[in-house]
């Protein structure tokens, strides 16, 4: 079983930044995507990033320019650094892992999620 662990969130003012870590641990032989995804109180949640096992990179059109998502594969830990926030961002951010374990199962693995909260 892979677990995730995120941290970082908290309240920030608007313009202010943040950065999320997510930290994977377990029996872990590879991960591929990782992914950053948030949801708002009333909706749905929402792909915000994506890294890939060789770096490449994709953002939600409202983020981009202002989130950067990024991975250190010794570590299993996945980034998300957040500048100029806007009270539009505040939510719940949720890490997402897949890859493979030690036994060579696939694993789909989530976080807790932290808050994020933007004020105006």
């Known amino acids: 079983q892979v677990q995730l662990v995120e941290s970082g969130g908290g309240l920030v003012q608007a313009g202010g930044s943040l950065r999320l870590s997510c930290a994977a641990s377990?029996?872990?032989?590879?991960?591929?995507?990782m992914r950053w995804y948030r949801q708002a109180p009333g909706k749905q949640r929402g792909l915000v990033a994506t890294?890939?096992?060789?770096?490449?990179?994709n953002y939600a059109d409202s983020v981009k320019g202002r989130f950067t998502i990024s991975r250190d594969n010794a570590k299993n830990t996945v980034y998300l650094q957040m500048n100029s926030l806007k009270p539009e961002d505040t939510a719940v951010y949720y890490c997402?892992?897949?890859?493979?374990?030690?036994?060579?199962?696939?694993?789909?693995?989530w976080g807790q999620g932290t808050q994020v909260t933007v004020s105006s």
């Open positions: 997402n892992a897949q890859g493979y374990t030690a036994w060579g199962s696939n694993f789909n693995s």
């Open positions: 377990g029996s872990i032989l590879s991960i591929n995507g």
């Open positions: 890294i890939t096992s060789g770096g490449n990179t």
